[in-house]
C-alpha cells in the first residue's frame, strides 16, 4: 500500500493505492470500532461487553465459523465449489469473530491494527524469508522462468 483518501460517497470506507497503482476500497478497523461501540451504547449493552463476555462470544462465534466447514473436507481456495448462500454465511460468521475480536481489544484498551502490525514485524524477525537465489527461484517459479535479482 502506498497511499490512502477518505471515500467521501461511502463514510467508513477508505480508498488505498495499492503497490501496483490498483486502488482499493476497505474498512479501517476503526469504522468497526466505531460502529460496534455505538452499536452497544444504543442499546444500553455497554455493561455486558466486560473483556471476559466478549472472549466467550467471540470463541462462540470461531465454533459456529467451524460449523460451516465441518465435515466438507479440504476445500479449494476461493470456494469455487461452494453454493453463494453458503459464502454469505461464512462472511456473516467471519464478520461476527471480527466484530467480537475488534470490541475486545476496544474494552481492553489495546490498538489492534497497531499491535497486529507489530507482530507481524515480529514474525518476520522469527521467521526471516529464505534469500531468493537463482536457484531457488527457478525451482518455485510455475512456468519454470529462471529470474534474476534484476527482476
Ligand atoms: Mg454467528
Known amino acids: 500500500m502506498t497511499a490512502t483518501c477518505t471515500n467521501l460517497d461511502k463514510p467508513g470506507f477508505v480508498c488505498v493505492k495499492m503497490d501496483m497503482g490498483e486502488e482499493k476500497e476497505v474498512v ?19 455493561k455486558y ?21 465441518q465435515w466438507r473436507g479440504e476445500v479449494e481456495r476461493g470456494l469455487p465449489d461452494w453454493k453463494e448462500e453458503d459464502k454469505v ?16 481489544s476496544d474494552v481492553c484498551g489495546v490498538d489492534l491494527g ?17 534469500k531468493q537465489t537463482d536457484h531457488c527461484v527457478g525451482e518455485h517459479s510455475s512456468d519454470n522462468t529462471k529470474l534474476t535479482e534484476d527482476n
Do not use: C, Q
Not at 58 to 65: A, F, K, T
Open 49 to 69: 461487553h466486560s473483556p471476559r463476555n466478549l472472549l466467550l462470544a467471540m470463541v462462540g462465534e470461531v465454533g459456529e465459523l467451524s460449523e460451516i466447514f
Open 114 to 130: 497497531k499491535a497486529a502490525l507489530r507482530k507481524l514485524e515480529l514474525n518476520a524477525i522469527k521467521y526471516p524469508a529464505p
Open 89 to 104: 454465511h461464512l462472511g456473516e460468521e467471519l464478520s461476527d469473530v471480527l466484530l467480537y475480536l475488534v470490541r475486545l
Open 28 to 46: 479501517s478497523l476503526g469504522t468497526l470500532s466505531k460502529k460496534m461501540d455505538d452499536f452497544a451504547k444504543a442499546r444500553d449493552w455497554e
